[in-house]
């Protein structure tokens, strides 16, 4: 049974994951006669993160968000009801 779905090859990348004590081997990965192009880092579900599992990536990502955010609560903290 075909769904009739195929690979787009300019968007399709693969990441190797490796531990931080393996050797690197390098290697190709192809579609037919086509190679498919390697990264060392991806967002997916946007979760930023390399070929490590290292979330430094995503967490730089994340901090101009968050310091913005905390802004806007200090902003807004004096205009907030309290329930005493």
């Not at 006669?33 to 430094?56: A, C």
């Amino acid at each position: 049974m075909t769904t009739g779905l195929s690979f787009n090859l300019k968007k399709t990348k693969i990441m190797i994951f490796e531990s931080n004590q393996q050797n690197n081997a390098s290697f190709q990965i192809t579609c037919g006669v086509e190679p498919i192009q390697e990264e060392m880092n991806v967002k997916f579900l946007g979760l930023e993160t390399d070929k490590h599992m290292n979330w430094k990536m995503h967490i730089e990502f994340m901090l101009p968000k968050l310091n913005s955010l905390c802004y806007a609560i200090r902003c807004f903290k004096h205009y907030s009801y309290q329930n005493s």
